[in-house]
């Protein structure tokens, strides 16, 4: 028996040995921060992964998507919103390849995407508040999110686009999780928890029934929790991404602590705690906003000739 449980022991040892090998061995930096990232999948198949995903968003979607070919409408006020998200998406997308080339002249080692992504801009006409972009630059835009970044006064109307800065840095934000390559690392972070459940698995073969459940449970546990800790930090990694894209595009940075208490507004119910969620809370991410903010406008005075203050 001792034999048994000490050679099922070396199984497990020898296991997360490599499993942790295996986490080292692919590190990567991420260049706008500095983090190092664990991602083993190549650019090449993860943008493939992303015009996958959103073909078929676009296809379930079908009539709602503004001005495509299946759209139920397209008025004008449907083409001057499409016309806005592609116009603030180009700003954006103009400034994501500055970035790159510009941290690739500081000496960063990194294969730049900004210039290769096929950017394709969508709005969706949903009442969800919400937008992304996927790897390879594939942007939607819900038409539910446009009173948050709007003028806020309870309904989706024209006025909502006449200042454009707040919906710029929801989409600065969704933009620097594909620069920043996260839908990756997650996929990658999923891959590892399942070779560690693996090793767990072969470790434990002769427990009783209850004992594999309690251990499996406790290794998902933690699992989740990392998990948990690292969308986190991805969150905080795109709002900063973001910040930068805003500033280099020349929209105001200072709408963005505002946005952020507003969707802080959003929902009803209790929240879960900060350490239970995938993001931030609102109100964290308001203050890294407000901490970011006088370089933030130092440089956007810089860079686009203004003279914005900083706002008590």
Same mark, same amino acid.
């Given at each position: #028996?001792?034999?048994?449980?000490?050679?099922?022991?070396?199984?497990?040892?020898?296991?997360?040995?490599?499993?942790?090998?295996?986490?080292?061995?692919?590190?990567?930096?991420?260049?706008?921060?500095?983090?190092?990232?664990?991602?083993?999948?190549?650019?090449?198949?993860?943008?493939?992964?992303?015009?996958?995903?959103?073909?078929?968003?676009?296809?379930?979607?079908?009539?709602?998507?503004?001005? @495509?070919?299946?759209?139920? @409408?397209?008025?004008?006020?449907?083409?001057?919103? =499409?016309?806005?998200?592609?116009?603030?998406?180009?700003?954006?997308?103009?400034?994501?390849?500055?970035?790159?080339?510009?941290?690739?002249?500081?000496?960063?080692?990194?294969?730049?995407?900004?210039?290769?992504?096929?950017?394709?801009?969508?709005?969706?006409?949903?009442?969800?508040?919400?937008?992304?972009?996927?790897? &390879?630059?594939?942007?939607?835009?819900?038409?539910?999110?446009?009173?948050?970044?709007?003028?806020?006064?309870?309904? =989706?109307? #024209?006025?909502?686009?006449?200042?454009?800065?707040?919906?710029?840095?929801?989409?600065?934000?969704?933009?620097?999780?594909?620069?920043?390559?996260? &839908?990756?690392?997650?996929?990658?972070?999923?891959?590892?928890?399942?070779?560690?459940?693996?090793?767990?698995?072969?470790?434990?073969?002769?427990?009783?029934?209850?004992?594999?459940?309690?251990?499996?449970?406790?290794? &998902?546990?933690?699992?989740?929790?990392?998990?948990?800790?690292?969308?986190?930090?991805?969150?905080?990694?795109?709002?900063?991404?973001?910040?930068?894209?805003?500033?280099?595009?020349?929209?105001?940075?200072?709408?963005?602590?505002?946005?952020?208490?507003?969707?802080?507004?959003?929902?009803?119910?209790?929240?879960?705690?900060?350490?239970?969620?995938?993001?931030?809370?609102?109100?964290?991410?308001?203050?890294?906003?407000?901490?970011? #903010?006088?370089?933030?406008?130092?440089?956007?005075?810089?860079?686009?000739?203004?003279?914005?203050?900083?706002?008590?």
């Amino acid at each position: #028996m001792g034999n048994l449980l000490r050679s099922r022991l070396g199984i497990l040892i020898g296991g997360l040995v490599l499993l942790a090998l295996y986490w080292f061995s692919n590190q990567q930096e991420v260049p706008f921060t500095g983090r190092k990232q664990f991602n083993t999948m190549s650019i090449e198949d993860s943008v493939r992964l992303g015009a996958q995903s959103y073909s078929q968003i676009l296809q379930q979607e079908s009539g709602d998507v503004l001005c @495509s070919r299946a759209a139920r @409408s397209c008025d004008a006020n449907a083409r001057e919103l =499409v016309r806005t998200v592609n116009e603030i998406g180009l700003r954006l997308q103009n400034a994501a390849v500055e970035l790159e080339q510009d941290l690739l002249a500081q000496g960063y080692n990194f294969a730049p995407v900004a210039d290769q992504f096929d950017w394709t801009y969508n709005v969706i006409n949903s009442d969800t508040p919400n937008a992304f972009c996927l790897p &390879g630059g594939y942007v939607a835009v819900y038409t539910g999110i446009l009173d948050i970044t709007g003028n806020y006064d309870g309904q =989706v109307d #024209m006025r909502d686009i006449d200042d454009v800065d707040k919906l710029a840095v929801v989409m600065g934000h969704e933009i620097g999780h594909a620069l920043a390559h996260h &839908g990756a690392e997650r996929m990658s972070q999923q891959q590892v928890v399942q070779m560690g459940q693996l090793a767990v698995g072969l470790g434990m073969g002769d427990m009783s029934a209850s004992q594999r459940q309690a251990v499996m449970q406790a290794f &998902g546990m933690a699992a989740q929790g990392g998990i948990l800790a690292f969308s986190r930090e991805h969150e905080t990694e795109a709002d900063k991404i973001g910040l930068d894209l805003l500033v280099r595009a020349c929209f105001d940075p200072r709408e963005a602590p505002d946005l952020w208490e507003r969707m802080g507004e959003q929902g009803s119910g209790q929240r879960p705690p900060e350490w239970m969620s995938t993001h931030p809370a609102s109100e964290t991410r308001a203050e890294n906003f407000r901490r970011w #903010m006088p370089d933030a406008i130092s440089e956007y005075n810089r860079r686009c000739g203004g003279s914005i203050r900083l706002e008590n």
